[in-house]
């Protein structure tokens, strides 16, 4: 127990420690790509920016720069006209959204790097922003309309001059930064673009490295629990034998110790001159000696079982009529004082069988359900064919078998834990030999059971 407790919370720990190491791994993985997928994207849109202006003279806003700076002399009069201290805010704020309007709409940028990627056989579809950082309207005095506390506070220049971006933007790709300075203003703003299905595009590119990882994990999981089950198989198989040597000494001490004790009374010189009593004695060694040859025999076989196939000697016979001869026998053996009913509805079937074996299987049943009860043994044997199988059913009205102990009483060695206390003696071998010999036949055998109601069971074999 202590063993596999151990190996229990070591497995589970190793795996918990091999799943962080992946989430680590896979997680430095996902950052990277997301860097690189920045980088990719703004080595191209720097490469569109020089390809526009060598070919087409253009950074994209020619016609925003036009507009301005019509909209720039109105802005300057309209600022020098107005005194009030609250109007000239609202002014300021209405020259500024202005200034916003004309260079979101009326850019041609965001349009001539989607054909640049499109072209180079990249991503074509981004969302971009534009970012004023500083706006001042310039005639005889400068007028500072807008300027970003970001810009102000700000930041130290990159080596190119450029103000590092607002940290909002800082998971976007900055293109460009442009500071313009024209007769009636001075602008500076920042157009970033991004994508908003940048996480799936990396996903895809990760996916077969992910895919792998799981799958380590999964794999690792599975010969984890592979290895941890076997562990749980053979402690129960051990316990299992070590029931059996225990069982197995308290069968063969029984028969052995009669002996024993006959052997001692045959010595006595009363017992020498009454014959009665020899011959009782005699007799009881005699059944003794039978039933330990029995046991040991049946030791022998099991094991023979193991190594070789079963070896059947088959013959046609009336079912009806071996299944009165093994009952008949029974009732005047071990089954002296159950009371048994059949009921038969073979219509006569002739099957291929091992008599012997068929025997063994049907008397083992029997002497289970005398065995297996605390009140006078009723034993009801019903027989049938039914889709194509010939079908027996050994009903009892025993001490009846828990779910737990079903699962497992075709097992080799099993006994129910009623069993075990020597109240009922066995060797766990009776239905393993049952089941063995329904296969064998090329059918089946099964339970059904209630704890204090009686067991059925039923085997079937191929007509
Ligand atoms: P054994 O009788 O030697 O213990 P078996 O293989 O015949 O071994 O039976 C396995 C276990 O199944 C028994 O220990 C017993 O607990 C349970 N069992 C078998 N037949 C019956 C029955 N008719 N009623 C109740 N329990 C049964």
Redo the contacts with the bound molecule.
């Keep these: 127990m202590k063993k596999r407790n151990t190996v229990l919370v070591l497995g589970i720990t190793s795996i918990l420690i091999l799943i962080s190491v992946q989430v680590y791994i896979i997680s430095g993985i996902w950052k990277q790509k997301n860097e690189m997928f920045a980088l990719r994207y703004t080595v191209l849109s720097r490469e569109a920016l020089n390809f526009m202006s060598r070919r087409m003279s253009t950074d994209g806003f020619d016609t925003v720069r036009f507009l301005l700076r019509k909209y720039s002399e109105q802005a300057v009069k309209e600022l020098h006209e107005t005194k009030d201290k609250d109007e000239l805010v609202a002014r300021k704020k209405d020259i500024l959204e202005h200034f916003n309007l004309y260079i979101n709409h009326e850019q041609d940028l965001s349009g001539m790097l989607s054909a640049y990627f499109s072209r180079r056989g990249f991503e074509k579809n981004f969302n971009y922003s534009i970012v004023i950082n500083s706006l001042e309207i310039i005639s005889n005095d400068t007028i500072a309309v807008y300027r970003s506390e970001d810009y102000v506070n700000r930041r130290s220049p990159d080596r190119a001059g450029r103000p590092s971006p607002p940290e909002v933007y800082r998971s976007k790709i900055l293109v460009n930064w442009f500071p313009w300075e024209d007769n009636n203003y001075r602008l500076v703003f920042d157009y970033f673009i991004d994508f908003s299905n940048q996480q799936k595009m990396i996903l895809k590119e990760m996916a077969a490295s992910l895919g792998m990882s799981t799958l380590s994990i999964l794999l690792i999981w599975i010969m984890f629990m592979i290895t941890y089950r076997n562990l749980k198989e053979e402690k129960r198989l051990s316990n299992l034998k070590t029931d059996f040597i225990n069982n197995m000494t308290h069968e063969l001490k029984t028969p052995l110790s009669t002996i024993t004790v006959a052997g001692k009374t045959l010595e006595m010189v009363q017992i020498r001159n009454n014959d009665a009593k020899i011959l009782e004695t005699a007799k009881l060694i005699g059944k003794q000696s039978v039933h330990l040859n029995q046991l040991i025999n049946m030791i022998l076989e099991i094991s023979m079982w193991e190594r070789t196939q079963f070896q059947l000697e088959k013959r046609t016979v009336e079912i009806e009529e071996l299944m009165n001869d093994v009952v008949d026998s029974f009732k005047s053996g071990n089954g002296n004082g159950a009371s048994i009913n059949q009921k038969y509805n073979f219509s006569g079937a002739k099957i291929d069988l091992d008599v012997v074996y068929f025997t063994t299987l049907l008397n083992?049943l029997l002497s289970?359900?005398v065995?297996?009860s605390d009140k006078e043994p009723v034993i009801d044997i019903e027989g049938f064919i039914q889709d194509n199988n010939v079908c027996i059913k050994v009903a009892?009205n025993?001490?009846?078998?828990n779910k737990i102990?079903q699962k497992h009483?075709f097992d080799k060695f099993?006994?129910?834990s009623?069993?075990n206390i020597h109240k009922?003696k066995?060797?766990?071998?009776?239905?393993?030999y049952v089941k063995k010999i329904a296969e064998a036949h090329g059918g089946d055998v099964t339970v059904n059971?209630k704890p204090g109601k009686g067991?059925i069971?039923t085997i079937t074999i191929p007509y």
């Design positions: 083992n289970n359900a065995k297996y009892d025993g001490i009846g078998i102990d009483i099993y006994r129910a009623t069993g009922f066995g060797l766990g071998l009776g239905l393993y059971s067991s069971f």
